[in-house]
């Protein structure tokens, strides 16, 4: 049987690998095999890091998709927590998997995002060190999924209220 691919897009602090982790904590719990994917640790694990362009986070993203299309087998959970800001690499995705995939888009207000910067980010954006952060001040914006997705907004959902929702949308 293949995995539950789990797909947490949105923009950076969102709050996508706090869901992921605490998810994956759940499972394993349930002695269900679970493998996740984080896009950070993803991205530093390759030999050549691609750059923050739309080719790169192209590039990026379909290794991704490989990676997990390779271990889809030898899990019953795979949950992947990525920015994931362009639209064909989701559709690519959801092609591939199929019934099995479930795109969570979480979300919250840029303000919430300011607040929680645990990686100072859109501080750095707003005075301008970063020229390319993502969804924010950037070429590069989030392109929204223009199928059903789940949205998770992490303003009004608490982390056990949003993995309530996320199981609830499972089949």
């Known amino acids: 049987m293949d995995s539950k691919i789990l797909w947490f897009t949105g923009l950076s602090g969102t709050g996508k690998t706090t869901i992921s982790n605490s998810l994956k904590n759940d499972l394993l719990k349930k002695k269900l095999k679970v493998l996740q994917v984080d896009g950070d640790i993803f991205r530093?694990?390759?030999k050549k890091t691609n750059k923050f362009t739309k080719l790169g986070i192209k590039l990026n993203n379909f290794k991704i998709i490989?990676?997990?299309f390779l271990k889809k087998k030898k899990y019953d959970y795979i949950l992947v927590s990525v920015i994931s800001p362009l639209e064909v690499t989701r559709k690519y995705a959801k092609k591939l998997f199929g019934?099995?995939?479930y795109e969570f888009f979480v979300n919250c207000k840029i303000k919430t995002?300011?607040?929680r910067d645990t990686k100072d980010l859109y501080a750095k954006a707003d005075s301008k060190i970063i020229k390319n952060l993502i969804g924010y001040k950037s070429k590069?914006?989030?392109?929204k999924s223009k199928y059903k997705t789940i949205s998770i907004n992490t303003d009004k959902l608490n982390l056990n209220n949003a993995k309530r929702k996320i199981l609830k949308n499972l089949n």
């Open 44 to 46: 530093r694990s390759q």
């Open 66 to 68: 490989e990676y997990i």
């Open 99 to 101: 019934n099995n995939y």
């Open 113 to 115: 995002l300011k607040k």
């Open 140 to 143: 590069i914006y989030y392109e």
